[in-house]
């Protein structure tokens, strides 16, 4: 049996897409659609406040497609308030005029071989600030779930510790030559979700997706061992751009 690599984790993570159901929103009274906003203008400020005392952090994107129109990205301590989170969102009278179409449960998470020796990861403050992220508010963002193969000698989960931590690594510097263009979030979902890993991009420009997910399509992990789910990318809405996206 190959060693599992440890990993260390952070805050729960939910990717929340929804659609809206525009035909219910157009038959709405003014009344009800004034209504509605308010109660997702209040959402929004609770969790602005959350994220303000540093108990977790909330983005907001609009979706490009027709896979959703939006999605919400939470992250919280514990799995229990993403679930009442949730729950209270759901309870509300604007999200009566969603409809859910996908989402995806993990983990904030970080190879153990990250950990400086000797130290503590929860004594580590820059370790602290990646394992329980604010999340950025960059123009754009993609997620994507992943896998890592299990087929013949494409078995990644067969590979000898070392060797995975060496591609890992050869990996990683592919993703370091977009620093300060793309910041990266990666949350581990194995026993959570139907995938073993979400991965959240956010950019300024929707391109350095395009180019950082090709570049390393070439590199060995992903070219032998990357299966990648959909794809969701998408625009920030900030409470006013929120506000314009439900004008009706």
């Known amino acids: 049996m190959s060693e599992a690599v440890q990993t260390l984790e952070g805050w729960y993570a939910l990717h929340d897409f929804r659609l809206i159901d525009w035909n219910a929103w157009h038959a709405a009274t003014p009344q009800e659609r004034k209504h509605a906003t308010e109660e997702l203008n209040t959402f929004l400020s609770q969790w602005q406040q959350v994220e303000n005392d540093k108990l977790g952090s909330t983005a907001v994107y609009s979706i490009v497609g027709q896979k959703a129109d939006f999605v919400f990205m939470q ?32 983990i904030v998470e970080l190879s153990s071989y990250l950990a400086k020796p000797g130290v503590d990861p929860a004594e580590d403050p820059e370790l602290q600030a990646r394992l329980k992220p604010i999340l950025p508010k960059a123009k754009h963002i993609c997620f994507y779930p992943m896998n890592k193969r299990r087929d013949g000698n494409d078995n990644w989960y067969m590979l000898p510790a070392e060797d995975r931590k060496t591609m890992m690594r050869s990996h990683g510097m592919i993703g370091r030559t977009y620093a300060g263009k793309v910041k990266q979030i990666i949350t581990g979902s194995v026993g959570l979700d139907d995938w073993e890993w979400g991965v959240t991009l956010f950019s300024e420009d929707p391109l350095h997706f395009k180019k950082l997910v090709y570049e390393m399509r070439f590199d060995e992990v992903s070219a032998r061992f990357g299966e990648f789910g959909d794809f969701y990318v998408g625009n920030l809405l900030s409470p006013e751009k929120f506000a314009q996206l439900i004008q009706v």
């Open 75 to 106: 992250l919280r301590e514990t799995l229990e308030e993403l679930n009442d989170l949730e729950n209270a969102f759901n309870k509300s009278s604007f999200a009566a005029f969603t409809i859910p179409v996908y989402s995806y449960v993990s």
